[in-house]
């Protein structure tokens, strides 16, 4: 079982940046693909980005490639989420998520097995 804690969402104005944390803990997870996906009000969840534990390749959507980061600290067991010139179609709940088929990048929701509780990001205008 894996155990997924996100942290560092907020309230940011347009053209702002944050950065969210997902600590990760529980079994094994090196081999895994880490994820963050989002859910804004009456929208289907969505993936923002992907990359594998080890931290190679990394998949980003459209909307956001160019301004979101993600990467992996395997010291500290952490994927970061690092977001600039943030736009209010960003708000959403963020969601950490890990894939047991690691050398698979993907933002389909159905495609991850385990998930953390979700942070709040709101960006106003």
């Known amino acids: 079982e894996v155990q997924l804690v996100e942290s560092g969402g907020g309230l940011v104005q347009t053209g702002g940046s944050l950065r969210l944390s997902c600590v990760v803990s529980g079994s094994t997870f090196d081999a895994y693909a880490m994820g963050w996906l989002r859910q804004a009000p009456g929208k289907e969840r969505e993936g923002v980005a992907c990359?594998?534990?080890?931290?190679?390749?990394?998949y980003y959507s459209d909307a956001v490639r160019g301004r979101f980061t993600i990467s992996v600290d395997r010291a500290k067991a952490t994927v970061y989420l690092q977001m600039n010139n943030l736009k209010p179609e960003d708000t959403a709940v963020y969601y950490c998520?890990?894939?047991?088929?690691?050398?698979?990048?993907?933002?389909?929701?159905?495609?991850?097995?385990?998930w953390g509780q979700g942070t709040q990001v709101t960006v106003s205008s």
């Open positions: 998520a890990a894939n047991r088929e690691g050398n698979i990048l993907t933002g389909v929701p159905g495609s991850y097995d385990y």
């Open positions: 990359i594998s534990f080890t931290g190679g390749d990394a």
